[in-house]
């Protein structure tokens, strides 16, 4: 069982910066892979990022790469989303989630665990 927190989302103005970070109890989290998801309102969960269980293999979608990066810090057991540039369409709940399986797919049916989310809001 792995059990995921989220924190780290705020309110930051457009073309500000924020970093998320998601600590995991569990011995087991290390050898998962991780990914972010975000959800905005009226919208379906939507993939961010993810990390395999090395770190050595990353994901984004468009719309994030060359802003954002996910990276994970083994001492920790925890997994960083480092958000720069932001825009008003960044603006979501984001969540962490486990993939027992290391695919560091896009869908969110490929991750067992989930944390419970936070807020993150970018103002024009």
């Known amino acids: 069982q792995v059990h995921m927190v989220e924190s780290g989302g705020g309110l930051v103005q457009a073309g500000g910066s924020l970093r998320l970070s998601c600590a995991a109890s569990?011995?087991?989290?290390?050898?998962?892979?991780v990914g972010w998801f975000r959800q905005a309102p009226g919208k379906e969960r939507e993939f961010v990022a993810a990390?395999?269980?090395?770190?050595?293999?990353?994901r984004y979608i468009d719309s994030v790469k060359g802003r954002f990066t996910i990276s994970r810090e083994y001492a920790k057991n925890t997994v960083y989303l480092q958000m720069n540039s932001m825009k008003p369409e960044d603006t979501a709940v984001y969540y962490c989630?486990?993939?027992?399986?290391?695919?560091?797919?896009?869908?969110?049916?490929?991750?067992?665990?989930w944390g419970q989310g936070t807020q993150v809001t970018v103002s024009s």
């Open positions: 569990g011995r087991t989290f290390s050898s998962y892979a």
């Open positions: 989630a486990a993939d027992t399986n290391d695919s560091y797919g896009s869908s969110p049916l490929a991750y067992a665990y």
């Open positions: 990390v395999s269980w090395s770190g050595g293999i990353t």
